[in-house]
């Protein structure tokens, strides 16, 4: 017995180590005061959010912290109250300022033609015991294709083909007031507090953008937006090519959703019968060029059929807005959306996403949203560190190769996969293959993490 709590003294405090350096490193504290979160006296606000960060990776709560007085903070659960529901703290820009950081460290490792990508997704944020939650609202999981009390958490993140970084989010309610159980509370209007409880109450599409927007005045740097059919609309690609960003996405095989071809607005579908396939196994079953029309307007694009080998009736549709990419290269450019999946596995299974926080306030709620996405920035940066010799040192930077980034042949299968899901409403990973991706993603990170975490 003492020969184990030994071992676990060291790992907690290995894991303190780590995070110490990551909140100096990537400079949490500043990221938190520009947020509006700090303090002229008393307790500094870092400190709080250290403590609540490490909570995950020492395996205790707050509450048996308090409770039992051994490694109590030096502050008071009052003060952990006030700031998880500070009306002021803008939590949208403490974690796109903290993932400009991130991804600042990340660019040097790759070369300037890697294709860095933005991947929008959501995931049910689960409160089904929790039925006076701010906001509470029903939420369809296709997972377990039944709703449940909850959320959609609407996430923006980041990769560069090897490395997957949660840039900001949004735990949406209905817009439609009869489908929402609980109200939000009263804010002042001037206050972050009011501008998110807003956000939650909008359509998914439209806090998509105002997500992407904020990315784009923090400066982080990618091309490509990557999405499925879920949000796949002539109305979301037009603001989305507004914003200076090229689209490549799934789309869905609707007769009500047109484009236009050789002059005449019609469905994929109709697209696709009209045209000779191509013939024998080839990598893809047919590529065309269309028009994305919104209000007169049109941008061209490329839409890649891919078939389904095993059905060949069966076929998936993907598109982009930049035409100067071959056929291969948006297969492979759209087979980094599935890392958004990893997250939001290992966010619920490891991050203590939806458990972590009891609070019925919407504003605490967030608060524990972005503590979890620093979380798994810090997985993200010791995963990559653990795997690419060129973030150890100038030498390494300049003596090795960087990272491949996702292979084509890879990418597909991943797509083919999707063939698994068919009859589920929103296309998603099979099983088997997102905990393949998931252990990947384990393996690669140090030992004494995943013992914090309990992974290993």
């Not at 914003?243 to 236009?260: D, Q």
């Not at 059905?311 to 297969?331: P, V």
Request: aromatic share 10%; with cysteine; hydrophobic share 40%.
């Amino acid at each position: 017995m003492k020969k184990i709590i030994t071992q676990d003294y060291a790992n907690d405090k290995q894991a303190v180590t780590k995070i110490t350096a990551f909140f100096k490193k990537y400079r949490v504290a500043a990221a938190l005061k520009t947020s509006n979160a700090y303090k002229n006296k008393g307790v500094p606000v870092s400190q709080v959010a250290q403590y609540l960060f490490t909570l995950v990776f020492k395996n205790r709560s707050m509450y048996m912290d308090m409770l039992t007085g051994k490694n109590a903070p030096s502050f008071k659960k009052d003060t952990v109250y006030r700031f998880m529901q500070s009306a002021r703290t803008n939590w949208l820009r403490y974690t796109t300022t903290l993932a400009k950081n991130v991804t600042d460290a990340i660019t040097p490792l790759t070369g300037e033609d890697r294709v860095n990508v933005f991947i929008i997704d959501d995931s049910v944020y689960d409160r089904t015991r929790s039925k006076k939650a701010e906001l509470l609202t029903k939420v369809y999981d296709h997972a377990n294709r039944r709703y449940r009390y909850g959320y959609r958490m609407l996430t923006l993140g980041w990769s560069d083909g090897n490395t997957f970084v949660p840039v900001n989010g949004a735990l949406l309610s209905s817009e439609k007031s009869e489908k929402r159980v609980t109200e939000a509370k009263p804010a002042d209007k001037r206050t972050a507090a009011y501008k998110r409880r807003a956000m939650s109450m909008t359509k998914a599409t439209t806090a998509m953008v105002k997500l992407l927007k904020e990315a784009k005045q923090a400066g982080i740097a990618a091309t490509h937006v990557l999405f499925d059919s879920w949000y796949a609309s002539p109305s979301t690609i037009h603001a989305i090519k507004g914003l200076g960003y090229h689209v490549v996405a799934m789309v869905k095989k609707s007769s009500k959703m047109h484009f236009r071809y050789q002059g005449v607005n019609m469905p994929l579908t109709k697209i696709f019968t009209m045209n000779r396939k191509r013939r024998g196994r080839s990598r893809y079953l047919l590529s065309v060029r269309v028009e994305v029309v919104k209000d007169d307007a049109a941008i061209p694009a490329k839409v890649v059929y891919v078939r389904n080998r095993s059905k060949r009736n069966e076929f998936l549709c993907l598109i982009s807005t930049d035409t100067g990419l071959s056929e291969e290269e948006i297969i492979r450019i759209y087979g980094k959306r599935w890392d958004i999946e990893v997250f939001f596995k290992v966010c619920k299974s490891y991050l203590q996403l939806c458990k972590g926080c009891r609070s019925l306030s919407y504003d605490a709620m967030t608060a524990h949203t972005a503590i979890v996405f620093t979380r798994y920035m810090m997985l993200s940066l010791e995963e990559r560190q653990s795997v690419d010799e060129r973030s150890w040192g100038e030498l390494f930077l300049y003596f090795s190769d960087e990272l491949s980034d996702i292979t084509w042949i890879r990418a597909f299968h991943l797509l083919l996969d999707v063939f698994m899901d068919t009859l589920v409403d929103k296309l998603s990973l099979t099983e088997k293959t997102l905990n393949e991706l998931i252990d990947a993603f384990i393996v690669s990170i140090p030992s004494d993490i995943k013992r914090c975490l309990k992974m290993a």
